[in-house]
């Protein structure tokens, strides 16, 4: 019998487009090999331009499905996108608190690429109350990071070395920083480890604008972790994943690139045309 692959459970909302969201997290799981599960937070109106709307789902649907599919299959990550609310932060914090053995990746979806705000400050004070403490690694952009640690005291922006520091000292395992949104020569991603370790990992800075490549990133990282690759391992290899997803993107609609997921695929039907 063809054995079962790994098992990755996404928490996260919709996209029509196919770029971001829950469409993208099973794009790059099942790209890696594994067997993607979800749990719908929200259905978002948007196109490849920015969101447009969203409607949350009621918590007591999403702790339904995840408890359907919990009792059901057996997970071996758990990946965190977008959430909506308070109460949706609150019950997931709740049904991950039952499996603390399964590794989780946060992928802190504050804003959209065009910049629309998809988190109130309730909803960020809940994910760094509730859930960063349950969590194995958070992947924040340099925009998101100094938003969830930013205090009234701070006189100016802290720099990013600071809000991985505070973000470990909420209680995450693991933290990477994504430098896309810098203004550096090269794309610098750099994760920090619980003993306060850093590791930069350098990249060519693409050309383009892309929709979904930290949902890209995130998921890669969480499907490699379902194989049971280590941490450093994990990152290095999802970053590298997720250079070629963008490096081999399209522009279908009149907005952001779209990161191809399956580019390998096509790569390879394209050799067997050509033999």
């Not at 590794?103 to 109130?120: E, H, I, K, W, Y």
């Not at 809940?126 to 640690?149: F, G, M």
């Not at 290095?236 to 081999?248: G, I, S």
């Amino acid at each position: 019998m063809t054995s079962t692959p790994p098992i990755v459970l996404t928490f996260a909302a919709t996209d029509p487009t196919g770029g971001a969201g829950l469409q993208a997290d099973i794009l790059t799981q099942t790209s890696l090999g594994c067997h993607a599960l979800t749990v719908v937070t929200a259905i978002t109106v948007q196109d490849t331009r920015g969101v447009e709307d969203f409607m949350v789902i009621d918590p007591e649907w999403i702790e339904d499905q995840a408890r359907a599919i919990l009792e059901d299959m057996p997970v071996a990550a758990f990946k965190i996108g977008m959430m909506g609310s308070p109460e949706t932060v609150a019950v997931i914090a709740a049904i991950i608190a039952d499996y603390p053995e399964i590794p989780l990746v946060l992928d802190p979806v504050l804003a959209s690429g065009r910049g629309d705000d998809l988190a109130t400050e309730e909803t960020l004070d809940a994910l760094c109350d509730l859930l960063l403490p349950q969590t194995t690694i958070i992947t924040p952009n340099s925009v998101e990071a100094r938003r969830l640690v930013e205090d009234d005291e701070d006189v100016s922006p802290p720099d990013l070395d600071t809000c991985a520091l505070r973000l470990l000292d909420m209680g995450c395992e693991f933290v990477l920083i994504t430098g896309s949104h810098e203004h550096t020569p090269q794309v610098i991603n750099t994760l920090y480890d619980e003993g306060r370790n850093a590791m930069s990992l350098p990249w060519d800075r693409l050309p383009h604008s892309y929709h979904g490549s930290g949902c890209t990133l995130a998921s890669a990282i969480a499907a490699l972790l379902a194989h049971g690759v280590d941490m450093a391992t994990a990152v290095k290899d999802a970053q590298e994943y997720t250079y070629e997803a963008l490096r081999n993107s399209f522009r279908p609609g009149m907005g952001q690139h779209i990161p191809d997921r399956l580019f390998w695929a096509r790569e390879a039907a394209n050799a067997r045309r050509n033999t």
